[in-house]
T-cell receptor
Framework: KNEVEQSPQNLTAQEGEFITINCSYSVGISALHWLQQHPGGGIVSLFMLSSGKKKHGRLIATINIQEKHSSLHITASHPRDSAVYICAVREGSNTDKLIFGTGTRLQVFP | DAGITQSPRHKVTETGTPVTLRCHQTENHRYMYWYRQDPGHGLRLIHYSYGVKDTDKGEVSDGYSVSRSKTEDFLLTLESATSSQTSVYFC????????????FGPGTRLTVT
């Protein structure tokens, strides 16, 4: 079993829909990252969080440390949001290393 | 955008040949990482560096070596490329290992025939 599991693996939506991508992990963590990988391959960091909730534009990330679960929400989705969304966790507090999920591929159609 | 470049961006090579990939940063960040990305797997850490001449192995380091003689450059070498090393390789940098995000380069697509 992977230490970081994302669901769903693939997601399609109509423009304007509210999107939720989930990330569950099985290890103790000090931080969780959400990344976006564009169709061209570039990877961009969206959020780093260790508790609560963060918002940036139409993107919202939440984390529940007790339940070992995080969600990434996209409000009013747009075709330009089409990308692979990757969850990664930093295990413990004394490591440089991230453990990555396999990603959720999102396609938003007009 | 963080100033990270990778070279080459694409490479096709034959089994058994040596290959060196370069990651160059203009941010003066201390931490640098090499990852590989393969279908069905998340990004996996190959090697990382926490300063000039200071490097350590990641989870998939077999068949790879690295060097960092300057803050700005982190080289990944495949001494004798194998088909299993066909992958997309990403470099990442971070100013601080624990409290900052990692910033990724554009990637290098390597095909070993």
């Amino acid at each position: 079993k992977n230490e970081v599991e994302q669901s769903p693996q693939n997601l399609t939506a109509q423009e304007g829909e509210f999107i939720t991508i989930n990330c569950s992990y099985s290890v103790g963590i000090s931080a969780l990252h959400w990344l976006q990988q564009h169709p061209g391959g570039g990877i961009v960091s969206l959020f780093m969080l260790s508790s609560g909730k963060k918002k940036h534009g139409r993107l919202i990330a939440t984390i529940n440390i007790q339940e070992k679960h995080s969600s990434l929400h996209i409000t009013a989705s747009h075709p330009r949001d089409s990308a692979v969304y990757i969850c990664a966790v930093r295990e413990g507090s004394n490591t440089d290393k991230l453990i990555f999920g396999t990603g959720t591929r999102l396609q938003v159609f007009p | 955008d963080a100033g990270i470049t990778q070279s080459p961006r694409h490479k096709v090579t034959e089994t058994g040949t040596p290959v060196t990939l370069r990651c160059h940063q203009t941010e003066n960040h201390r931490y640098m990482y090499w990852y590989r990305q393969d279908p069905g797997h998340g990004l996996r850490l190959i090697h990382y560096s926490y300063g000039v001449k200071d490097t350590d192995k990641g989870e998939v380091s077999d068949g790879y070596s690295v060097s960092r003689s300057k803050t700005e450059d982190f080289l990944l070498t495949l001494e004798s490329a194998t088909s299993s090393q066909t992958s997309v390789y990403f470099c990442a940098i971070s100013p601080h290992r624990r409290t900052y995000e990692q910033y990724f380069g554009p990637g290098t697509r390597l095909t070993v025939t």
